[in-house]
């Protein structure tokens, strides 16, 4: 095999190296993108959090709401001397 071939093979796998790499970096980028949108809230999932946080403040019920996870609240209640635990997630479909 002639020098200038295993030239021509190291830049062929330097550039597949490369394309490898790039693909990663944009499959990394679409995985963060959709773990974004998992956490964010349209206008409309917020105005239904709002409106079912004001139905607990109305009846004086305590919840759970942490901003890390928009989409979730949770509701504590007991029954005959039994702890209930009611978790709402808002999720698509």
């Known amino acids: 095999m002639s020098e200038k071939e295993l030239k021509e093979m ?18 990394n980028a679409e995985i963060d993108k959709i773990f974004k949108s998992l956490n964010e809230l349209s206008l409309k999932e917020k105005v239904i959090m709002e409106k079912i946080q004001r139905v607990f403040e109305e009846h004086d019920l305590k919840y759970s709401y942490d901003e890390d996870e928009p989409k979730h609240i949770g509701l504590g209640f007991s029954m005959e001397n039994k ?11």
């Open 10 to 27: 190291m830049v062929s796998e330097e550039t597949d190296h490369d394309d490898v790499e790039k693909e990663i970096d944009d499959l």
């Open 83 to 93: 702890p209930f635990r009611i978790h709402i997630i808002l999720q698509n479909g």
